[in-house]
């Protein structure tokens, strides 16, 4: 159980377009979702907390209005890119959360490889 | 802002060799966890230390959280090419989120 999965795992924009991600808890309903950015052979960088319903919380120096995050239902939280540049190039992962579980523990994606041209 | 220092960074070890990798904070953490991540892959959690002193033990991996609950430490003993890859320790805070140390990229030559 605990399975959480991201669409697309690679994805190629140009520079300019947006570009959606989508993470899906496939056997647990995700009360929290948690959006990371990673660079090569770096740590996972904390980008923002979603609930389900409500507005994310993101982390300092996080733009909100370039890294769009909904979270409209308890299994499908999305992340989208608004006007990628190539600096925006990074591996993206999320983690999904079930407090219901009366544990905090994260269950991760398996992220996905967004490239700006 | 609380911080988790890993160190090393970077380790190269020939096959056969013990290494430990260490995390450090000056703040406590209600409790602290480590993962291990496969190049393109998501991180998989390898284990959940909870009681300051713990020691937890994984096959050659064994884990221990320090008595104040601010430090741990990892230790593989006889590494093999198979645990070549990135570790990194997490501290849980009360809220849920997760702080992340800077990583330890380890490769195990043949």
């Known amino acids: 159980g605990a399975v959480v999965s991201q669409h697309p795992s690679r994805v190629i924009c140009k520079s300019g377009t947006s570009v959606k991600i989508e993470c899906r808890s496939l056997d647990f309903q995700a009360t929290t979702m948690f959006w990371y950015r990673q660079f090569p052979k770096k740590s996972l960088m904390l980008m923002a907390t979603?609930?389900?319903?409500?507005?994310?919380?993101?982390e300092q120096g996080v733009e909100k209005d370039k890294f769009l995050i909904n979270h409209a239902s308890l299994t499908l939280s999305t992340l989208t890119v608004t006007s990628a540049h190539p600096e925006d190039s990074s591996f993206y992962i999320c983690?999904?959360?079930?407090?219901?579980?009366?544990?905090?523990?994260?269950?991760f994606g398996p992220g996905t490889r967004l490239t700006v041209t | 802002t609380q911080l988790l220092e890993q160190s090393p960074q970077f380790l190269s070890i020939q096959e056969g060799e013990n290494l430990t990798v260490y995390c450090n904070s000056s703040s406590v953490f209600s409790s602290l966890q480590w993962y291990r991540q496969e190049p393109g892959e998501g991180p998989v959690l390898l284990v959940t230390?909870?009681?300051?002193?713990e020691v937890k033990k994984l096959k050659r991996l064994t884990f221990q959280f320090g008595d104040a609950r601010k430090d741990s430490s990892l230790h593989i003993t006889a590494a093999q090419p198979g645990d070549t890859g990135l570790y990194l320790c997490?501290?849980?805070?009360?809220?849920?989120?997760?702080?992340f140390g800077q990583g330890t990229t380890l490769q195990v030559k043949p």
């Open positions: 979603s609930n389900e319903g409500s507005k994310a919380t993101y």
């Open positions: 230390v909870v009681t300051g002193g």
């Open positions: 983690s999904a959360s079930d407090r219901d579980r009366g544990t905090y523990e994260q269950y």
């Open positions: 997490a501290g849980v805070l009360n809220t849920g989120k997760l702080i």
